[in-house]
Nanobody
Framework: QVQLVESGGGLVQAGDSLSLSCTASGRAPWTYALGWFRQVPGKEREFVAAITRSADRTYYGRSDQGRFTISRANAPNTVTLTLQMNSLKPEDTGIYYC????????????????WGQGTQVTVSS
């Protein structure tokens, strides 16, 4: 199992940029596809972005509209996942969860097995 710890959330204004990070550790974290989901109270968790284990492919949710960039840096014992978010909107507000799974076929239809604790992002208008 992989352990996922997020950081970088906070309160920003509309139009600002924010970078979220996630550290993946545990048993062979580089073998996991990683990504981000967003949770808004009263709504289902929404797929935000994902990246394959080798970083050769990336996928984005409908809300991205070219504003987000996901990347990863694989190291021997840890992986650092980053989500760069630009031109933030109030509707980007939510809890962002770092997720991972060894099995990922691509696209937003994904039920990852590992979840972090989440980090709050609030975008004020």
């Amino acid at each position: 199992q992989v352990q996922l710890v997020e950081s970088g959330g906070g309160l920003v204004q509309a139009g600002d940029s924010l970078s979220l990070s996630c550290t993946a550790s545990g048993r062979a974290p580089w073998t996991y596809a990683l990504g981000w989901f967003r949770q808004v109270p009263g709504k289902e968790r929404e797929f935000v972005a994902a990246i394959t284990r080798s970083a050769d492919r990336t996928y984005y949710g409908r809300s991205d509209q070219g504003r987000f960039t996901i990347s990863r840096a694989n190291a021997p014992n840890t992986v650092t996942l980053t989500l760069q978010m630009n031109s933030l909107k109030p509707e980007d507000t939510g809890i962002y969860y770092c997720v991972g799974d060894r099995n990922y076929a691509g696209g937003p239809s994904w039920e990852p097995s590992s979840w972090g604790q989440g980090t709050q992002v609030t975008v004020s208008s």
